[in-house]
């Protein structure tokens, strides 16, 4: 057999048309910016749970970005929350009162939900600037800082990405570290206690180290995939301070005492996202998945869907639908059985429990003149509700055994009162104005 | 701007060519803005990627004498598409072999360098010669560029985004015969475009066809031309050698998604000479071959 020197030139029309997309792609449909532009974006959140918390949340952020791809960008946020918090302990038949650390003293009427109520005002500072190193490799440096009357949080991140591939692939590498203090009203209490104790330190540190791992694909002019992944490893006091878990009486089923939560001081967090963005004649809808699990055992699955359609030159609607669902912490747990030998940790926070959000929203954007900036009004229905709490049980039944990793799997007391924590109907406005210079 | 036919026209030159933008619209004042805005980006790209001006990008990398030369994000993904052409063309496709056409003059007649004056030109030819690394061009000096090849065709497909955004009439943009249509116009009707013969350009056309969204591009022209030994030489120069491709036909029309990329193909199978339509044929492109 002869080889075959002549072969026919493979056909190029895949590569051709990739690189025509990629030309004709970017930069569309605007005209390339000549020199540097000033944004401006400003917003106002209002949130309001029924019966609980209320946010006012003004935001403010200034980007300058200059004509060779650098920018700086500068935000300050403050919120004002108002309103009411579940402890963690459960409603009573009879008139229960939880104490705080600070000597606040509530009275919750009988079957009620317990909470805290409180006035927090919290603000935040970040800045961030983009060098472009070369025309593929850009990276990103951010810092933030926070702080609230018990709480405080100081972080930096830098982010590299680096376009491949005709610039049809951009990969993106990160790292985040923050350091965040948390320092009770009235000091710390020690966890699973009935809270007259408090640790010896009246600020307790927590450290956050984390990584992003990222790739973007220009699949067609028409359509962008893009998967990330992350994990971050917390050390520290990662308990809730103010939250509380009921003991509950194993024979009556009445709840006859609170203790403080406790959770393990280490945390190894994991997500993964997927999005997909896609150009359907002028309208665009995106559609991303995400996976988060911990070692807390806690899991959970996130669905949003988004649709952007432009109704005329100057305004445009976008619905949006979001789903998630979470299997609890291992930990998690909706009472402690009286006088039964305590687990090494127990929460009983509605955010590490059974919990099920839905959001159904719809943005709105325009402009009333063409040169003027663009106003985006978003209100948002929100139902957050905890998984039948029966179910859980099942799943956990048997006597508590210490897991693998040292903790306690389950401290629910197989006679814990079987819990129908009412639905929390939640409402969101954000109007937001941003304009160019 | 007039009304011919039944879509108004608006007629300019831009990048050393007649260019028409034609509007699907019934009113007059739904035509300009998009014809106005195609004209706009038409004048906007010559200005920026015109050889002839000293002020352009193209005009400041052939006054950096050898040294590198940081470009805009728009001229790098140009550069990049020249560069991937390059390597899929095999090196036919050199955006650097415009200084060729000063040892070539394409006026019908029989001059013909001679091998002194080719071997003066072509050191100065070969994308390969020159470092393109992420956003900086550094050319040896002497060497050139020239986007000619895929700016219009890229000015094309600009254009017409840019005036479909601002209107929701049908247009079909047309720059020296390169050209894109957007879309069918109202009552689904087709636009008629006709292919020039390539002896008599303006004459009667060889044939009509109907677009709807499509990009259409023709490679060739009739008139420059060089005799030589008996035969008859098209001013498509092959860069390795320096001389025109043997047997390149007279006229490649090319029916694509894009006008780049109808004007890529054309420009590519008019550098495979007497291959153009075996070539095009492989690519499964629609092509008329004159």
Redesign the interface.
Known sequence: MRLQLNE??A???S???A??C???A????G??RAEGSTQLDSSVLLYGERDRADVVEPTVRVTRTR?N?QSISVGLVYDVITGASPTGALPSGQVQTTTSASGQVTTVPAGAIPTTTFQDKRYALDGEVRLPL????ASTFAAHYSSEKDYSSLGASTKLSYDLD??RITVTAGAAFDRDDVFPVGGTPLGLTDGSGALDSDSQPKHIASGLLGVARVVSRRWLLSLTGTRAREDGYLTEPYKVVSTVDATSGETVGQLTENRPDERTRNSVLAGSVTAIGADVLHVSYRYYWDDWSLESHTADLMYRHDVS?HSWIQPHLRWYAQNPASFYTTGLAAGAPLPAFASSDYRLGPLRTMTVGMSFGFRVAASAGEWTIRPEYIRQSLASSRAHEEEEDGPPEPGDDGLTQSAVAASAPAVELPPLDILSLVVAYSRHF | MVHAGDAWVGRFRAMANPCEVLVDADDEADAAAPIAIARA?AE?IEAKFSRYRSDSVVGRIHAAGGRPVEV???T???L??AS??HR?S?GRFDITSGVLRRAWTFDGGSRVPSEADLAAVLPLVGWTKATW????LTLPPGMEIDLGGIGKE?AV??AA??AR??SDRAVLVNFGGDLFASGLRKGDRPWTVGVDDPESPGGAPLLALEIGRGGLATSGNARRFVRAGGRRLGHILDPTTGWPVEGAPRSVTVLA??C??AG??AT?ASLRGAGAG?FLE????RHWIF
């Open positions: 026919p030139a056909p190029i029309k590569r051709l048309r690189a025509v990629v030309l004709l970017t930069g569309l449909p005209v390339a004509a791809g070369t025309s593929l490799l005709q610039r030159d | 980006e906007r805009d994000e728009e790098a993904q140009l990049d598409y991937e052409l899929l095999e690394r992420e956003r900086t890229y497909d600009r985004a840019l955004a601002a998604a894009s780049l990329e890529t193909y590519l075996a492989a690519e499964g492109v």
